[in-house]
């Protein structure tokens, strides 16, 4: 690698030669400002805090697009540099919705915090204030505009990296606002209700719908049967919301905290991943057998599915009919388990914590109905899990370690991994592989189709048989995968896809971990190896070796795929208009 010699602040440094001045800096530790940054989603140099002093230039830089050169000097801290930054920021705030007490970016706001760091006690300027109207139709995210600073980060996320492109930049100077095309509601555009605009947003002007009100009612209602199922990108995220380190399992304090809640039944989402396996695995060799309506595609990620059908209604016949795990378990939970139980399933309500904010949209869909009741009856994201747990007061850090409540409290490591990109592929190819051997296979680890490269494509030789897997996160890796297999460049047997980048891991309804956080860390990469850890911490491995799953298939289902099954845990999609 080639490398530079620049000076900032007097120190000298020697650093990549494609480096920006920002990353220069935090090489060496050095911070500077940052609002409209964001690490591979958007650099662009619109909000001009990162400004710094370069010798020789007329006028202040932004460090977030400078690039380096050899013999670069550079000042971050000088009276010109602090006041322009500050200036910057009390202009910015002159008009910004100020109640943050009341915000749901309280104490992780990244405006906040600079108005912290760069001391502005005070303001200057007093600008022009006008409400503009909530946005609150779309089931699963709420736009708030006027708390929106204008950074385009949500922008530059819809658009270039999921290519969704349903908000842009509307009107001209101070009317500007971030907007769908004639300011429609986000219900009323192809919206995949993935939630990654409002992970990238630095403040509240975007947040998921929430459903707590629901939940907390629901668990004071004596007439209801409260369950609750958690997917498995939960476990290595919650502990964030409270101080944890990024990647830290807490499973065991997760189920205390939601026992502590009230719920009757804390259950395992993986376990229902386990069934999804069974279905979406032996669905897989009945097409490989038949030669029909391959590739089979993954359908476990809402936002990918609603994205399909906006976008790709062709492909929807290659869709899996399977639900996703935890709509699956819903119709379990208000058929087989209230039966075992002797309740009336319009008596059970069914909570999912869960990763992403478009299994909200997800389990409001009619056919999503298995028993005649909704299958999942509210959804929250883990980030509403974690109000939910400060409300009542626990000190999550000091829980105790419980398990999951039996039936549904053993998973296989097979069911953990759906949390990752590619986990969903690896762990259907751990039973597809022993159905096709008749036997048991020790090796059952796929790291072809492991990783965060946007599209993986892997040669599986498995007994007999010979599956061109191709895996892909993120919407925008999504529609080149499938813009080649529609051009014939490319062929697959089975294909998985997840609707955000690093997978359900790194989901918008995760933790939301500042600009600055994410220019050091890898969230996908540390989230997924907690989920790969907790894999090979399970003495079972395999969705087919999971014990309660042969019992339900034995007392209840009948057979992978069978009439029962069928009716209960698969469904069907349909083309919707692309506007």
Known sequence: MEMVNITINGQKLQVPKDYTILQAARSANIDIPTLCYLKDVNEIGACRMCVVEVKGARSLQAACVYPVSEGLEIKTNTPAVRESRKVTLELILSNHDRKCLTCIRNRNCELQKLAEDLNVQDLRFDGETYRLPLDDFSPSVVRDPNKCVLCRRCVSVCKNVQTVAVIDAQERGFKTIVASAFNKPLSEVPCAMCGQCIVACPVGALREKDDTDRVWAALADPEKHVVVQTAPAVRVALGEEFGMPIGTRVTGKMVAALRRLGFAKVFDTDTAADLTIMEEGTELLGRLKEGKNLPLITSCSPGWIKFCEH?????????????????????????????????????????????????????????????????????????????????????????????????????????????????????????????????????????????????????????????????????????????????????????????????????????????????????????????????????????????????????????????????????????????
Do not use: W
């Not at 059970?348 to 409001?364: D, G, L, Q, R, Y």
């Not at 059952?444 to 498995?462: M, P, Q, S, W």
């Not at 980048?501 to 918008?508: A, D, F, L, N």
């Open 311 to 579: 976008n790709y209604p062709e492909f929807l016949n290659n869709l899996s009919s399977c639900k996703s795990p935890h709509e699956m378990f819903g119709a379990v939970i208000k058929s087989y388990y209230a039966e075992k139980e002797g309740i009336d399933p319009s008596k059970i309500f069914v909570v999912s914590v869960m990763p992403c904010t478009a299994k909200k949209f997800e389990s409001a869909r009619e056919e999503l109905a298995a028993t005649g009741y909704p299958d999942v009856d509210a959804v929250i994201t883990t980030r509403e899990l974690a109000r939910m747990i400060k409300e009542a007061g626990l000190d999550f850090v000091s829980l105790p370690d419980e398990s999951f409540d039996n039936p549904f409290g053993d998973a296989s490591g097979a069911g953990v991994i759906f949390g990752a990109t590619g986990g969903v592929m690896e762990a259907a190819l751990r039973t597809v592989a022993e159905i096709l051997a008749g036997k048991s296979i020790d090796n059952i680890e796929y790291n072809a189709v492991r990783g965060v490269d946007g599209i993986k494509e892997a040669t599986v030789e498995l007994p007999g048989k010979t599956i061109r897997a191709a895996v892909a996160h993120g919407l925008g890796n999504a529609r080149k995968l499938l813009d080649r297999v529609k051009a014939g460049e490319a062929q697959y047997d089975f294909i998985e896809i997840m609707g955000c980048p690093g997978g359900c891991v790194t989901g918008g309804g995760q933790p939301i971990q500042p600009a600055k956080v994410r220019m050091d860390i890898d969230l996908r990469a540390a989230r997924a190896k907690a989920i790969y850890d907790e894999d090979r911490s399970l003495p079972v491995r395999k969705s087919h070796e999971n014990p309660f799953i042969k019992k339900l298939y034995e007392e209840y289902l009948g057979e992978p795929c069978g009439h029962k099954s069928h009716k209960l845990l698969h469904t069907h999609y349909k083309a919707r208009e692309n506007y």
